[in-house]
């Protein structure tokens, strides 16, 4: 039966490559950490502004189904619901959180057209059309779209 070669190690090499190793590591932080304290960098995942369409189709589309969800498609918890209330499409739009504060998903509320209200399914507080008491958005309607902010948090209502 043949021998399979002996991997020979060289200590000395080994412990060199891992001071390198390391070495390149706490560089690496350090680099990171002088480049986040200047100020001058921003994380951005995802878009400062969400197009919800034209806002005389939407106020239609809300008028005869209800409030719309959107979920987070970053993965992330903010899942927002977009609310019409009254007849003309360039006023009366809320863009608000989805959920209570601290709530998970399986909480995110739910439109109850009879009430005109949402209700918290995990306890089953109620929620007034207009997202009164919970984290809101800032809407506009800008050259005929409907955009709403999602870094202009305020309260719904």
Not at 11 to 19: D, E, F, Q, S, Y
Not at 75 to 84: A, C, F, P, S, V
Not at 98 to 110: D, F, I, K, Q, S
Not at 117 to 124: E, L, N, S, T
């Amino acid at each position: 039966m043949p021998v399979a070669p002996r991997l020979s190690l060289n200590p000395k090499r080994a412990v060199a490559v891992g001071l390198v190793g390391v070495a390149a590591g706490v560089g690496l932080v350090w680099g990171m950490s002088r480049l986040a304290s200047t100020g001058e960098v921003t994380v951005q995942l995802g878009d400062d502004t969400f197009e919800a369409g034209d806002p005389a189709e939407m106020s239609r589309v809300i008028a005869r189904d209800g409030p719309i969800l959107y979920a987070d498609t970053a993965g992330g918890r903010r899942d927002i619901w977009l609310q019409h209330l009254g007849g003309a499409p360039a006023s009366g739009w809320y863009a608000f959180d989805a959920r209570r504060p601290g709530a998970g998903r399986g909480c995110t509320l739910a439109w109850q057209a009879p009430a005109a209200v949402f209700v918290d399914p995990c306890d089953g507080t109620i929620v007034e059309g207009h997202g009164e008491g919970l984290p809101g958005y800032a809407v506009r309607i800008t050259d005929g779209e409907l955009i709403v902010d999602l870094n202009a948090v305020g309260e719904g209502g």
